[in-house]
């Protein structure tokens, strides 16, 4: 996903793919939708869509529980989504997949369980400068209740980790190392191979944020040897309410669990109750089945057009974009990292980020404007927030002429 390596064209019919998206052929403001809002949730294909309406038409029941034919078939599609899952990153077990609503509760998890049997007065947590607050507060909130101290790897001016300096944080009161693999705000492609074999000289594990990474690159988790990998599946052209929490199993065995109820349990009696096994011990209640169904339906839709040319495809809009973009007068770009997903983070000079937003909204072009709720790094910056576009498979070269000459429209009407 590098930018400064050439991008060569693949054969790939783009309006084929537009077609299987209802929403794209909807009206905004009285223009033709163009939705360049991927990084904050993509957009979902009928495949998607009619599996989780044929589930609930068909297939509902509650799962694990009933001995009766159509619970069976519900776990069944519930379980295969998990070995979906399990495939798709490549994970050793299917214990090792946790469900959850999405890469805010996977933290969230793994944070408070993770702490309460690693970490303790005087230990340390790292994250970098560019993290969203999903992978900031929660470690926040565990730090100040443990008495432990939040330790932030600092980037440089192109939005990059610098790695010269990431080493000299950890100490042998280091318990995690826990960073973005695809900024948000930036786009920035974080090293995380060379952070996680850093980390592992030390004896540290490490989670990565993978909620951008999934769009737009393959993971294997065996692969990076990462300890914990957690993202969502709205952003990859699945449901929303469905995420993932990978874990290697030797740490998800040790870690309490962190909701109390059924499914999780193994006994039950007032005087004490012991845990299910894995996967199960992190999952109580009723999971969100048609999510899971929605989300394996979303993994056959990515991998049956396949990761190479979603790169190729995304990279091209990148760098059309960048190029058509940069003759703007008064535009600054924020994040220009050597290494960047599709993502575009600008400013007008002299305008604010929402009246840009609001001015592309009329003319039907639906970006994110505001802090991405990364609010250290706008201020690490100095700024209030940015405009940004993000692009995915259904964008085309007609969508980025749009998006350019309503920025044009927008500087003239602001500056």
Same mark, same amino acid.
Not at 77 to 102: H, M
Not at 241 to 250: A, C, D, F, S
């Given at each position: 996903m590098a930018n400064d390596t050439t991008v060569t064209a693949t054969p790939f019919d783009v309006q084929s793919i537009r077609d299987q998206f209802p929403v794209l052929k909807e009206e905004m403001n009285g223009k033709p939708l163009i939705f360049l809002d991927s990084a904050a949730s993509s957009q979902k294909p009928l495949s998607v869509i009619n599996r989780m309406s044929e589930y609930y038409e068909k297939n509902h029941a509650n799962v694990h529980r009933g001995v009766y034919q159509l619970s069976q078939k519900a776990?069944?599609?519930?379980?295969?989504?998990?070995?979906?899952?399990?495939? =798709?990153?490549?994970?050793?077990?299917?214990?090792?997949?946790? =469900?959850?609503?999405?890469?805010t509760e996977s933290i969230n998890l793994l944070a408070n369980s993770f702490a309460k049997k690693y970490i303790n007065k005087g230990d340390e947590v790292i994250i970098s400068s560019m993290e969203h607050h999903s992978n900031i507060v929660p470690w926040q909130m565990v730090c100040e209740e443990r008495g432990a101290t939040l330790k932030i790897i600092p980037i440089n001016e192109k939005g990059e980790i610098k790695m010269d300096e990431f080493e000299a944080l950890i100490t042998p009161q280091t318990k995690m190392i826990a960073v973005v693999h695809?900024?948000?705000?930036?786009?920035? &492609?974080?090293?995380?191979?060379?952070? $996680?074999? $850093?980390?592992?000289? +030390?004896?540290?594990?490490?989670?990565?944020?993978?909620?951008?990474? /999934?769009?737009?690159?393959? &993971?294997?988790?065996?692969?990076?040897?990462?300890? =914990?990998?957690?993202?969502?599946?709205?952003?990859?052209?699945?449901? /929303?309410? &469905?995420? $993932?929490?990978?874990?290697?199993?030797?740490?998800?065995?040790?870690?309490?669990?962190?909701?109390g109820g059924g499914e999780m349990i193994e006994t039950v009696t007032f005087e004490k109750t012991t845990y299910n096994e894995l996967p199960f011990k992190f999952e109580a209640g009723t999971p969100d089945i048609a999510g899971v169904v929605g989300l394996s339906k979303a993994i056959d839709f990515v991998q049956s057009i396949g990761y190479d040319v979603i790169h190729n495809h995304e990279q091209q809009l990148l760098e059309y974009a960048m190029n058509e973009l940069s003759q703007i007068d008064g535009i600054q770009f924020i994040g220009t990292a050597d290494q960047k997903a599709s993502v575009i983070s600008f400013n007008i000079e002299g305008a604010h980020p929402y009246d840009v937003g609001t001015i592309?909204?009329?003319?039907?072009?639906?970006?994110?404007?505001?802090? +991405?709720c990364t609010q250290p790094l706008m201020n690490l910056f100095g700024i209030p927030g940015t405009v940004r576009a993000s692009f995915a498979i259904y964008n085309t070269k007609e969508d980025v002429d749009a998006l350019v000459e309503g920025v044009r429209r927008a500087a003239k009407m602001l500056r």
């Open positions: 776990t069944d599609l519930f379980e295969e989504g998990r070995e979906k899952v399990r495939s =798709f990153i490549n994970a050793a077990s299917t214990q090792e997949v946790i =469900f959850t609503r999405g890469t695809v900024s948000n705000a930036l786009g920035t &492609i974080n090293p995380v191979k060379e952070i $996680i074999d $850093i980390a592992h000289n +030390h004896n540290v594990p490490v989670m990565l944020d993978g909620a951008q990474a /999934t769009l737009h690159t393959p &993971i294997d988790v065996q692969d990076l040897d990462v300890d =914990f990998y957690v993202f969502s599946g709205h952003k990859v052209y699945g449901p /929303t309410g &469905i995420g $993932i929490l990978y874990g290697k199993k030797e740490y998800l065995d040790e870690m309490p669990p962190y909701h592309l909204d009329k003319l039907g072009i639906a970006v994110r404007t505001g802090h +991405h």
